[in-house]
Nanobody
Framework: QVPLVESGGGLVQAGGSLRLSCVAS????????TAWFRQAPGKEREFVAG????????YYTDSVKGRFTISRDNAANTVFLQMDTLKPEDTAVYYC??????????????????WGQGTQVTVSA
């Protein structure tokens, strides 16, 4: 098991910024592809951004490109999601997920075997 703990969520006005963190207690995390997903009320969990274990290759869903940045610090077993120019439609619970089986980033939830508990992000208009 690789427990993941997210933090950094909160309430922010539209146009504001938040920085989410995902910390793992197991150093094996640094060798896993990692992603952020989000789930809004009444909607399915969706892929937001992903990063390979080395931090070189990054992927984003179209709606966050140019506004969100994913990064990682493997020495600290931490993955970040910097969210700028936030919009009300970004409101959701954000989850960190790690994939121990693949070296590439997948956009489907079923690929990921470790999940955090989620952190709420609320963007007011």
């Amino acid at each position: 098991q690789v427990p993941l703990v997210e933090s950094g969520g909160g309430l922010v006005q539209a146009g504001g910024s938040l920085r989410l963190s995902c910390v793992a207690s197991d150093s094996a995390f640094s060798s896993y592809a990692t992603a952020w997903f989000r789930q809004a009320p009444g909607k399915e969990r969706e892929f937001v951004a992903g990063i390979t274990w080395g931090g070189v290759v990054k992927y984003y869903t179209d709606s966050v490109k140019g506004r969100f940045t994913i990064s990682r610090d493997n020495a600290a077993n931490t993955v970040f999601l910097q969210m700028d120019t936030l919009k009300p439609e970004d409101t959701a619970v954000y989850y960190c997920a790690a994939d121990s089986k693949s070296s590439v980033v997948h956009r489907t939830t079923s690929q990921y075997d470790y999940w955090g508990q989620g952190t709420q992000v609320t963007v007011s208009a």
